[in-house]
């Protein structure tokens, strides 16, 4: 089945380990994103990648980093977690970066900083 | 400030009664609007869009959502809801090319 999967499923993590979220879409969308979800807040965008070998900050990009060498895998690296980093995060896919591009989510994974 | 709010933190309906979730917006020039729903433990699934054209768009499950630009509201409805309507409902508005905006969501609760 297409779509997209994300590793760990949830994982607890000391505070000032370094941490890589995995992110692989069958898709071959070129558009790329990884958000956190806390509540209250929705979702916000950490950052994003239009096609492989480019990305971008969203809006809360510190402590975090990206790669995408491939249309497929887009993992998100914490270098030193922190306690504020403690949450849901999604990755998702687009087929293209343009307005009208609905957005195709990840089962998420639920991170906790300690 | 580009910005979309969901004004309500619950909605409870019963079943078979019509169901709206609100959503406004504000962005400068022309909004794309979207709505998702997320089920408990799962990742946000597309229920449908507003790019440009009629006002009214139909999307997944029964659902559609009315754009109202004079009012900048985006509000999703259903003339009969379902208890597997119960979920999570999040209004999103795209207005540059990789800032997706979400709301703060919206829980929908059908009782039977």
């Known amino acids: 089945i297409a779509g997209i999967t994300q590793a760990p499923t949830s994982q607890i993590l000391a505070a000032g380990r370094r941490m890589t979220l995995r992110c692989t879409q069958d898709?071959?969308?070129?558009?790329m994103y990884w958000y956190r979800q806390d509540l209250g807040l929705g979702l916000r965008l950490i950052h994003y990648?239009?096609?492989?070998?480019?990305?971008g900050k969203g809006e809360v990009p510190d402590g975090y980093s990206v790669s995408r060498a491939n249309t497929d895998d887009f993992p998100l690296t914490l270098a030193s977690a922190v306690p504020s980093q403690t949450s849901v995060y999604f990755c998702?896919?687009?087929?293209?970066?343009?307005?009208?591009?609905?957005?195709?989510f990840g089962p998420g994974t639920r991170l906790t900083v300690l | 400030a580009q910005s979309v709010a969901q004004p309500e933190d619950q909605v409870n309906v019963a079943e078979g009664n019509p169901l709206t979730v609100k959503c406004t917006y504000s962005?400068?020039?022309?909004?794309?609007l979207f709505w998702y729903v997320q089920y408990p433990n799962r990742g946000l699934q597309f229920l449908l869009k507003?790019?440009?054209?009629?006002?009214l768009v139909k999307g997944s499950y029964g659902f559609e959502a009315e754009f109202n630009k004079s009012q900048t509201s985006f509000h999703l409805k259903k003339p009969s809801a379902l208890v597997s309507d119960s979920a999570l409902y999040f209004c999103?508005?795209?207005?540059?090319?990789?800032?997706?905006?979400f709301g703060a969501g919206t829980r929908l609760t059908v009782k039977p």
């Open positions: 962005v400068s020039g022309n909004p794309y």
């Open positions: 898709m071959r969308h070129n558009a």
């Open positions: 998702a896919s687009s087929a293209g970066a343009g307005f009208y591009n609905e957005q195709f």
């Open positions: 999103a508005v795209r207005f540059l090319t990789n800032d997706m905006r």
């Open positions: 990648s239009n096609t492989a070998g480019t990305t």
């Open positions: 507003y790019i440009t054209g009629d006002n």
